[in-house]
């Protein structure tokens, strides 16, 4: 089974997932994915920990980017 970008089907568009978000899993397209370049900042990382191994790319929807980080954080 092939997963759907989340963000593509609210558009009533149909695009093939090439990752999930880290935060809320949705699936996500090469057009919806962001990429956060976050430095890591001794405990002040809003994310869940076990999530953010070194070296992987963190892939979250522009939802989760807005409601976390705030808007204006790097992507
Ligand atoms: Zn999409
Ligand atoms: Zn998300």
């Not at 057009?31 to 370049?37: D, F, T």
């Not at 430095?39 to 807005?66: A, S």
Request: proline content about 7%.
């Amino acid at each position: 089974m092939m997963l759907k970008c989340y963000d593509c089907m609210q558009e009533a568009k149909e695009n093939e997932a090439v990752s999930v978000c880290i935060v809320c899993g949705k699936g996500l397209c090469m057009e919806h994915v962001k990429v956060l370049e976050v430095p890591m900042k001794g405990g002040t990382y809003p994310l869940p920990h076990k999530m953010l191994k070194k070296g992987l790319p963190r892939m979250v929807c522009q939802e989760c980017v807005d409601t976390i980080l705030g808007p204006g954080f790097c992507v």
